[in-house]
């Protein structure tokens, strides 16, 4: 398959949403709403407590803040690479926050560093990884200790509190009724990661990469430097993600969002995004998010132990991409 | 090949050499024979799983379900000793590794006939695992009061001069140098990573390598579960949290190659060894613990970056040109 075929053909998943139903039409993200509202009816109907405008409301807490990087690391495991360590760049940023709190920093100013922070430590795993030329995977567990390591360095086994009134709306308040503004900062994320990836150039280049790095090289396509805008751009969405973690928690600590990045790839993957590269969509990723998030805060209200929720997640990951592997062996055309 | 693993062989052992020394420049007695054998003893469990992660990274596939395979291991043994003290223990062990080697056959089955990527496979196992440990215990935790002396004494007892922990290690050194040197079982993981392509036209199944190669490493996590819990005489949930990346960075170091087919025994073993000596040394030279992971992330890139000189392939050089052009 050659770049320019799958450039026509971005959203063709290969070998895996080949239906396998005749004639039906099945797609990842078909699959992904049974799923979603297969959980939310037996979550429904297993708790009272589920179904009010307050209770979902609060359910969206749990995957905002991992859905926004989600949303960023989806365009870079489509180019073919991954960042493992976008749960330390959240602890060095949130703890560089804290000590410009030391400093009376401004609300503003602690955004700025929050965010700066981010991007700045994705720009360090975009050089080493493109400027370098080496793989993405170890580079990334080297810096996700080197990053978390700098944050035990500046904070031991202190906590920074005291973060002022007007940095909590950022984790805390809402936007209108029950709208939080993570969630709206998260909705409005995806549609410009959507529009990104679906509907600009850059995105095409990004699945090019993707599908075949050496035919993107020859067709003019800057590897590169789009491979290094997508660290970039994961190292900001993890500054974001720290500056809302930050302020909904009121508190810094070193051990702060320990296993997101595992969380977010998780989601990544059950959104459908091929971990090999080259295909994938944001629509597959937000539905993952709001499942993972829903299991969660389903599990949570029966009083299952989070432990207990990650098995199920565990299991729906490899299921969902199990299964129709499976279906097609079973039921599929042997090839002549 | 070979010649680029000794380089890289000989390298690591100048830089643990130049580690000691620097550290005994601080802390004289550090470099004392007695002293190396316990920070060899300490970091056994670690040699012993960086070796297993070896087998399945060369055959271009990764294990990130290591650490958590080795609580549920470490889990369902330390509840048979406590409900039935009577089980010898080298029975135990067995127990031990079987249970291991099941868990990760469960991973090979799924990369070796679903085709499905091992880092997804392994993703998903990790945290089944991990759930899996706190279910059969049913949220308890296994303590001291719950073993039986022979449990946690065996691995304490003295052979020779050394903590039986440490035979562990220097026999499960020599087993896999002589696995993966001296057999087919060793050649096929090797071939599958190199060039898969090739492998097959020699002959070999590869996805049947991988499969041998996460049996292998779900096997020795199972055995580590064992020395983990009785070593620090606790089985419990968080038990070994995170470790995975701890194996994964310990087989870095040691010139193992992520891109697969590139890695030997001795090199995954000094990698193991240049982490815990690190660990071993900064309080006694008065370094704050709180630098170990900074400490450790630094030479994961160091070792990355100076062992991608050796790893360039054909198709990258072609492509410098053309960019120069």
Redesign the interface.
Known sequence: MSAIETIAAPRKIPDRLDTPLKGAVLSWEALLIAVAVTIFVINSLASPYFLNAWSLSDLTFNFTEKGLIALAMALLIISGEIDLSVAAIIALASTLMGMALQADAGTPMLVAIGIGTGLLCGAFNGLLVTGLGLPSIVVTIGTMSLFRGIAFIILGDQAFKGYPASFAFFGQGYVWWVVSFELTLFLIAALVYWFLLHRTSFGRRVFAIGNNPVAAQFSGVRVARVKFILFCLTGLMAGVASVLITSRLGSTRPSIAQGYELEVITMVVLGGVSILGGAGSIAGVVLAAIIMGMVTFGFGLLNVPGIVMSIFIGLLLILVIALPILWRRLFGRRPA | MSALLKYREMFLVAAIALLIAAITLRFPAFARPGNLAAVFNDTSILMILALGQMAVILTRS?D?SMASNLALTGMIVALTNANFPGIPIPLIILEAMAIGAVLGAFNGV?VWK????A???T??????F???T??VAG?TWVNADRMSPAFIALQRGVFLGMPVLSWFAIVAIITFYLVMTRTPVGRSIYAAGVNPSAAVYAGIDVGRAKFIAFCISGMVAGLCGYLWVSRYVIAA?EVAN?YE?NI??AC?IGGVS??GGIGSVGGAVLGALFLGIISNALPVINI?P?????????A??AA??LN?RGE?KQ??II?KK??AA
């Open positions: 990764i990130l799924l679903l085709g499905i990527p880092i997804v496979v993703l998903g196992t990790l945290t089944i991990r759930g899996a706190f279910v949220g949930t995170g990346l994964i960075a870095v992520i891109a704050s709180f630098w170990q992971m900074a400490i450790s992330g630094t994961i890139l990355v970056i991608a360039r198709g990258r492509l053309a960019e």
